[in-house]
């Protein structure tokens, strides 16, 4: 098949057939586990499968990132997935949380970069939507960067309800390239992130009359 042959268009709905779906935990996340088919590319149908699907909504991340001093704003708080694997459990990362019903994904980028960092966003910049983990989990990301003022960013932050315990601080851009390049960031939404702001960073200071 020559690439010119790929199509695009999106499957049907009756491209997959669910025989089986069960509720095995609804917790902090909701495990289903379910049985399935679907329709090969070579035509006809899988055998039936079974998958462990995760649903705990849809998230939204922001850079803050404050053109006049030139810095980006970033948090570090623990997370227990690291630690299943055996690394620093304290990541460094971007502003994030989870779209609540009745909000935009704006409304989660401004109350979140409040919660988290201390910080209150301008202008947001979207950057791309893409599937955390799409071979187990439901969840979809927004991505911004949003424009503030950093000059009084930093500090411990998050909700006591929530156990979160942020610590938000500043970092040069120049500064934030170089763990880009020593790889420094083991989490894809600040990497994605930054390396969007690498090429429009320019673009985006001139069109804010920063330069």
């Given at each position: 098949?020559?690439?010119?042959?790929?199509?695009?268009?999106?499957?049907?709905?009756?491209?997959?057939?669910?025989?089986?779906?069960?509720?095995?935990?609804d917790?902090?996340?909701?495990?289903?586990?379910?049985?399935?088919?679907?329709?090969?590319h070579?035509?006809?149908?899988?055998?039936?499968?079974?998958?462990?699907?995760?649903?705990?909504?849809?998230?939204?991340?922001?850079?803050?990132?404050?053109?006049?001093?030139d810095?980006?704003?970033?948090?570090?708080?623990?997370?227990v997935g690291?630690?299943?694997?055996?690394?620093?459990?304290?990541?460094?990362?971007?502003?994030?949380?989870?779209?609540?019903?009745?909000?935009?994904p704006?409304?989660?980028?401004?109350?979140?970069?409040?919660?988290?960092?201390?910080?209150?966003?301008?202008?947001?910049?979207?950057?791309?939507?893409?599937?955390?983990?799409?071979?187990?989990?439901?969840?979809?990301?927004?991505?911004?960067?949003?424009?503030?003022?950093?000059?009084?960013?930093?500090?411990?932050?998050?909700?006591?309800?929530?156990?979160?315990?942020?610590?938000?601080?500043?970092?040069?851009?120049?500064?934030?390239?170089?763990?880009?390049?020593?790889?420094?960031?083991?989490?894809?939404?600040?990497?994605?992130?930054?390396?969007?702001?690498?090429?429009?960073?320019?673009?985006?200071?001139?069109?804010?009359?920063k330069?």
């Amino acid at each position: 098949m020559s690439p010119s042959d790929h199509s695009d268009a999106p499957h049907r709905p009756e491209d997959v057939e669910i025989v089986e779906r069960t509720v095995v935990y609804d917790g902090y996340t909701r495990v289903d586990e379910v049985r399935l088919r679907h329709r090969l590319h070579e035509g006809g149908w899988s055998p039936v499968i079974k998958r462990e699907l995760i649903e705990r909504g849809h998230a939204v991340a922001v850079l803050p990132y404050d053109p006049v001093r030139d810095e980006v704003v970033l948090i570090r708080q623990f997370r227990v997935g690291a630690y299943g694997a055996g690394r620093d459990p304290w990541l460094v990362e971007v502003v994030a949380g989870v779209i609540d019903p009745g909000e935009t994904p704006e409304d989660v980028a401004r109350r979140e970069s409040v919660e988290e960092a201390g910080c209150t966003i301008g202008e947001l910049i979207p950057i791309c939507e893409y599937y955390a983990s799409a071979g187990i989990l439901s969840e979809t990301v927004v991505l911004y960067v949003g424009i503030t003022d950093a000059s009084s960013a930093g500090g411990i932050h998050g909700l006591d309800h929530e156990g979160e315990d942020i610590e938000a601080f500043v970092l040069a851009w120049e500064e934030a390239w170089k763990w880009v390049e020593a790889r420094r960031f083991l989490d894809i939404k600040i990497v994605t992130a930054l390396q969007w702001l690498a090429l429009n960073r320019d673009a985006l200071r001139w069109r804010l009359g920063k330069r």
